[in-house]
């Protein structure tokens, strides 16, 4: 499946809110290795997609969530470069 590029913004141009949807932009190299096939389907198949911030852990890395097709919760945790946010009128669509 093609995936269409969007116009995102950088998280470090403003301060991210819980609960606010953002881009997951790409994976850290080795992000899905030792996973189930399972989780690597659902978490590959939200990148480009609007998924949940919920916050920063004390390493600086964003927390976010997200629903796979089968209506399970996804919790994975990226460095703030990871992330983007949509361009200004943008709108999102949620993982899953």
Not at 17 to 40: A, C, N, T, W
């Amino acid at each position: 499946m093609k995936r269409t590029r969007r116009k995102i913004t950088s998280v470090a141009d403003r301060t991210v809110k819980r609960g606010e949807m953002v881009i997951l932009k790409s994976l850290p190299q080795r992000f899905l290795e030792d996973l189930p096939d399972e989780d690597r389907r659902a978490i590959s198949a939200a990148v480009w997609q609007g998924v949940q911030f919920n916050e920063y852990d004390d390493a600086r890395r964003a927390e976010l969530e997200f629903k796979d097709a089968n209506g399970v919760f996804h919790f994975i945790y990226v460095k703030p470069e990871f992330i983007g946010l949509p361009a200004n009128g943008s709108t999102l669509h949620h993982a899953g």
